[in-house]
């Protein structure tokens, strides 16, 4: 939820609040977009101290809200024009003028970077995200696809990770058939949400979760017998650091599944979704986990489908096929 203090600066106060040209500047932009105060800062072309001095000055006001997600603080106007407060009424006024400022063309251009950047900064983009994501993000036709990536593991007893867990849909499939369940996300956000979602943890199944990357996990060697990639490898650059980790922390002959969309041409997804790629070919995962060591490799059709629907035009909802490969470490494996 937005916050903003209370209005408690005389009038004078605000007025030399918005007295100053870089002030506007921000307030300009937070109008237009909520924003980290790194991102912020890269729009404004301003270090991030200078900005955070502005930012001081600006939260003795209503002016400013801020919307905190674990570690992260997201910024936004905190007033309406014609709200009806003084500080909504200056603003009224002063809104129009924020266009003839010297630097504004070259804010908006830089903004528009910000954003097209966000996708590829992952952590921030789900932070963000996290509180929505159990609506936006997680429309499956049947829920056929996770419990076909947890049935891999049927063996009840084992030590399961689920890498990239979002807000735990696919943990929350392994409540009760995993003794232990690891659920990794970069994300703090995600992880909070995930943490709540789990918090209900059936007695027998212990859960962890940590914070960190597909491509460093925070997990030991040999630690887990198994490791599912839910709706993860998609927004990674690349497949063969991840899947080279999915091998190091399986014991020999754990079993490593991968389970994502399949090619599309929803490019809203990059957006809404924040999806690097556009779903993937089964068949670059199949190699992609052949080239990290697994075997017996496999690829299996599923009866579900993906179906997130478009934000703003209602009546299309994407129908994304999915699929799912798996693969055995090898038994007589030892870390590389
Ligand atoms: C599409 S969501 C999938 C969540 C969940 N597995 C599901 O099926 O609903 C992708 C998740 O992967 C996380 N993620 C993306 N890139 C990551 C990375 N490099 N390392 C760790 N987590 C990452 C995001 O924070 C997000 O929570």
Same mark, same amino acid.
């Given at each position: 939820?937005?916050?903003?203090?209370?209005?408690?600066?005389?009038?004078t106060?605000?007025?030399?609040?918005?007295?100053?040209?870089?002030?506007?500047?921000?307030?300009?932009?937070?109008?237009?977009?909520?924003?980290?105060?790194g991102?912020?800062?890269?729009?404004?072309?301003?270090?991030?101290?200078?900005?955070?001095?502005?930012?001081?000055?600006?939260?003795?006001?209503?002016?400013l809200?801020?919307?905190?997600?674990?570690?992260?603080?997201?910024?936004?106007?905190?007033?309406?024009?014609? #709200? =009806?407060?003084? +500080? *909504?009424?200056?603003?009224?006024? !002063?809104?129009?003028?924020?266009a %003839? $400022?010297? /630097?504004?063309? @070259?804010?908006?251009?830089?903004?528009?970077r910000?954003?097209?950047?966000?996708?590829?900064?992952g952590?921030?983009?789900?932070?963000?995200?996290?509180?929505?994501?159990?609506?936006?993000?997680?429309?499956f036709?049947?829920?056929q696809?996770?419990?076909?990536?947890?049935?891999?593991?049927?063996?009840?007893?084992?030590?399961?990770a689920?890498?990239?867990?979002?807000?735990?849909?696919?943990?929350?499939?392994?409540?009760?058939?995993?003794?232990?369940?690891?659920?990794?996300?970069?994300?703090?956000?995600?992880l909070?949400?995930?943490?709540?979602?789990?918090?209900?943890?059936?007695?027998?199944?212990?859960?962890?979760?940590?914070?960190?990357?597909?491509?460093?996990?925070?997990?030991?060697?040999?630690?887990? #017998? =198994?490791?599912? +990639? *839910?709706?993860?490898?998609?927004? !990674?650059?690349?497949?063969?650091? %991840? $899947?080279? /980790?999915?091998? @190091?922390?399986?014991?020999?002959?754990?079993?490593?599944v991968?389970?994502?969309?399949?090619?599309?041409?929803?490019?809203?997804?990059?957006?809404?979704?924040?999806?690097?790629?556009?779903?993937?070919?089964?068949s670059?995962v199949?190699?992609?986990?052949?080239?990290?060591?697994?075997?017996?490799?496999?690829?299996?059709?599923?009866?579900?489908?993906y179906?997130?629907?478009?934000?703003?035009?209602?009546?299309?909802?994407?129908?994304?096929?999915?699929f799912?490969?798996?693969?055995?470490?090898?038994?007589?494996?030892?870390?590389?």
């Amino acid at each position: 939820m937005l916050k903003a203090p209370q209005e408690t600066l005389p009038p004078t106060g605000l007025l030399k609040v918005l007295g100053d040209p870089t002030r506007l500047r921000i307030l300009g932009l937070l109008a237009l977009q909520e924003l980290s105060v790194g991102e912020l800062s890269r729009a404004l072309g301003l270090s991030q101290s200078r900005v955070s001095n502005h930012l001081r000055v600006l939260r003795e006001t209503p002016l400013l809200a801020e919307r905190r997600v674990g570690s992260s603080v997201f910024l936004a106007l905190g007033v309406e024009a014609g #709200d =009806g407060s003084l +500080a *909504g009424r200056l603003w009224s006024a !002063l809104e129009g003028e924020i266009a %003839a $400022l010297d /630097e504004h063309e @070259r804010d908006l251009s830089r903004l528009r970077r910000v954003l097209s950047e966000r996708r590829d900064r992952g952590p921030e983009f789900f932070d963000r995200v996290a509180g929505d994501w159990d609506t936006i993000g997680t429309d499956f036709a049947s829920g056929q696809a996770r419990q076909r990536a947890v049935a891999q593991l049927v063996d009840p007893g084992l030590v399961v990770a689920d890498l990239g867990c979002g807000t735990g849909y696919v943990a929350r499939a392994l409540l009760g058939v995993a003794a232990k369940v690891i659920a990794v996300d970069a994300s703090e956000g995600m992880l909070e949400e995930a943490r709540r979602n789990l918090e209900l943890a059936p007695a027998g199944t212990q859960v962890e979760l940590r914070r960190g990357e597909l491509d460093a996990l925070p997990i030991a060697d040999g630690e887990v #017998d =198994g490791a599912i +990639a *839910g709706m993860v490898m998609h927004h !990674l650059p690349s497949l063969d650091s %991840a $899947l080279s /980790e999915m091998r @190091r922390i399986l014991r020999p002959g754990g079993t490593a599944v991968v389970l994502d969309l399949e090619p599309h041409r929803e490019a809203w997804l990059h957006d809404t979704l924040g999806d690097r790629h556009l779903g993937l070919e089964p068949s670059a995962v199949v190699k992609a986990m052949e080239r990290a060591g697994f075997e017996d490799v496999r690829v299996e059709a599923l009866d579900d489908r993906y179906r997130p629907r478009h934000p703003e035009q209602g009546s299309h909802t994407a129908d994304l096929p999915l699929f799912l490969v798996r693969g055995r470490a090898p038994r007589g494996h030892v870390a590389p």
